[in-house]
Each structure stands twice: as C-alpha cells, then as structure tokens.
C-alpha cells in the first residue's frame, strides 16, 4: 500500500510535473503572447516620422493604417466625414461613422457610453482611431463594437498610453496592454486571434513626444532626439520588429499609445 500510494502521489504531484502544469497555465493567458514587439527603427522610418506635421504619436498611428485594407461594410467608431485618416485606408465597400458631435459630419449620432442602435453582427469590420479613451463607460462601448461586429469580422482600435491629457471635450482612460489583452478575453476572444502592438519609437523620443516638441526649432529638435534610436538598432538590421526578449519590453514600456487588431 506505501509503494502503491507512493507511486500515485509521485504520477499526480510530482513537484516537476505540478511547476511545469503551472508555466503552462500563466504562459497561455499572459499579455506576452499578444502583445508584438514594436517595428525596429529604421533611417527609412525616421526621413518619414520626423518630418511629418502630426505629433509622433498620430504619425506612428497612420504608419499602421496606411494602406489598411478594409473589404465590405465598416463602421468608423468615433470617426466622420471631417477627419484626416480616410484617404490613407484601402476602402472596399461602405463605410459609415458614428460619433456624438455633428462638426465631423459621422453617418449616425450617438453618444458611445449608451449602446448602439445597431443590430448585432451587422458589420465586416470596425476601425476606431483615438476614441475609446474620450467616452467615460469605455468597457460599453468597446462591447458594443464586439456586438455589431459579423463573426470572423476584422477590427482595428487605436488608442494612446503615454500621451498628455487632451479634453474632447473629457479624457477619462489610459489602459495598458495588460487591461486590453484580459478584457477583450473576457470578450470571448480567444488567444491568437488579436495582437496587440505598442507603437513606441524610443523612451528618449516618448519623453520628447509628451510636449509634441513645442518650442522653437521644433522640427530640427524631433529630428536630433528621434536620431539616436536609428544608430542603437542598427545591429538588427533587417528584422522588421525587435527580437523578442528584454529589449523590446523595455522599448515597450515607453509606449505612446497602442494598435490592436485582430477577427472577431
């Protein structure tokens, strides 16, 4: 009986067996398997960054979207005729915006922390550029987006981390990657279906990026502070994204805001 007991305490608890059942456990629901390492600076993307008119931020933002391409009907949460990101999106089919303020002309009028007057499943996909943070009951609107989105539906959100308060007319949140990757989970949407990618040029450059570079010589001081992180990356020359590992979480720490995409 001792060695029998022995025998199935060592097959069920063995402490090698328990450790590795539990590494496996917080592997599979740690943010690490959704959040990318961010894009490699290159001197390609500084000429185009740091002399763009938008902040960093926004210009990091339409780097992501350039080109997007959107198939069938979609839904610009928080979007409008009047906005600046249109003409950088490969539209095919319709797309219609919702938005509480009439000025940027979106398809329908609603104000984002009530749900939608929309039935559920209607759309192929959902893009929402720097909204989510300006409506005070997100998690409602965030839902709602999920719930008029077709399954297998795409969706793209973009929203700020390290980024100064800025009143449209409120700012309520500053979710990191950690709330985003449980929250959509809760959601119902499964480990590999989103990423979530930091968009970050460097933590010099995020420090600079708060204050927009304001000031005089602002253009040639965002040349001279986003530079150095070209000439630190170099060793990885041709990888798209920084290797996976204590280098990219460090760059990852300092993000000013964050891309999110994935189906349904």
């Known amino acids: ?105 979106p398809s329908i009028i609603c104000d984002l922390n009530q749900p939608l007057p929309i039935r559920d499943d209607v759309y192929d996909n959902f893009i929402s550029l720097n ?22 539906g795409t ?17 309520y949140h500053r979710h990191t990657a950690y709330w985003w990757a449980g929250f959509l989970q809760t959601l119902g949407l499964e480990i590999g279906k989103f990423s979530i990618e930091p968009l970050v040029w460097d933590p010099v450059s995020s420090g600079f990026a708060i204050a927009e570079y304001k000031g005089p010589f602002r253009g040639l001081r965002k040349k001279i502070a986003m530079f150095p992180a070209v000439l630190r990356q170099m060793r990885w020359f041709g990888q798209k994204r920084l290797p996976h590992g204590r280098t990219s979480e460090h760059y990852s720490e300092y993000a000013l805001g964050y891309y999110i995409y994935g189906r349904k």
């Not at 909204?131 to 297998?152: G, M, N, Q, V, Y």
């Not at 969706?155 to 700012?171: A, C, E, K, N, T």
Request: glycine letters at 6%; proline letters at 5%; hydrophobic letters at 35%.
């Open 155 to 171: 969706f793209h959100i973009i929203i700020p981390f390290l980024y100064r308060v800025h009143g449209s007319p409120s700012d």
């Open 131 to 152: 909204t989510f943070e300006h409506i005070e009951k997100d998690e409602i609107a965030i839902r709602e987006a999920f719930r008029i989105l077709k399954p297998e």
């Open 1 to 105: 009986m001792g060695r029998d007991g022995r025998s199935r305490v060592m097959q069920h608890f063995n402490p090698r067996n328990l450790a590795e059942e539990w590494i496996s456990c917080l592997i599979s629901v740690a943010p690490s398997r959704v959040t990318i390492p961010p894009l490699r600076v290159t001197l390609k993307r500084w000429l185009v960054q740091s002399s763009t008119k938008y902040s960093l931020l926004r210009g990091l933002e339409y780097e992501c979207i350039l080109d997007l391409y959107l198939s069938g009907r979609t839904l610009d949460i928080g979007g409008g005729q009047s906005n600046s990101y249109y003409n950088l999106l490969d539209i095919d089919g319709q797309i219609e915006s919702v938005n509480i303020s009439r000025d940027i002309q």
